[in-house]
């Protein structure tokens, strides 16, 4: 099971980091992922780290965003900085043992999300 955390309203040009936490066993042998979805567009995966923790992250979110794992806390996070109106979204964590499942969209598991609203 996974769970969201950390959304909120804030500024443009803010950060604001979100956390997801999973439980179960052999979390650290998952790769997992952010996903966003903004009002009116598809989801997105912006960001995710495999086991070994290679990173991978889109290119409307590189050099601003930056996805991490501790896996002893069983968790993943997305520092956000220099955030915009259009980072607007419902953020949501997913995992899957295989990485190309969360490159295509298609991890086995999901957790809810949790709002950011970046205001203008």
């Known amino acids: 099971q996974l769970q969201a955390s950390g959304g909120g309203v804030v500024q443009a040009g803010d950060s604001l980091r979100i956390s997801c936490v999973a439980t179960g066993r052999a979390f650290n042998t998952y790769t997992v992922g952010w996903f966003r979805q903004a009002p009116g567009k598809r989801r997105e995966l912006i960001a995710c780290i495999t086991d070994g923790g290679t990173t991978y992250h889109s290119d409307s979110v590189k050099g601003r965003f930056t996805m991490s794992r501790d896996n002893g806390d069983n968790a993943v996070y997305l520092l956000m900085n220099i955030l915009k109106p259009e980072d607007t979204a419902i953020y949501s964590c997913?995992?899957?043992?295989?990485?190309?499942?969360?490159?295509?969209?298609?991890?086995?598991?999901w957790g809810q999300g949790t709002l950011v609203t970046v205001s203008s």
């Open positions: 997913a995992a899957d043992k295989s990485m190309a499942a969360v490159l295509r969209g298609t991890p086995n598991y």
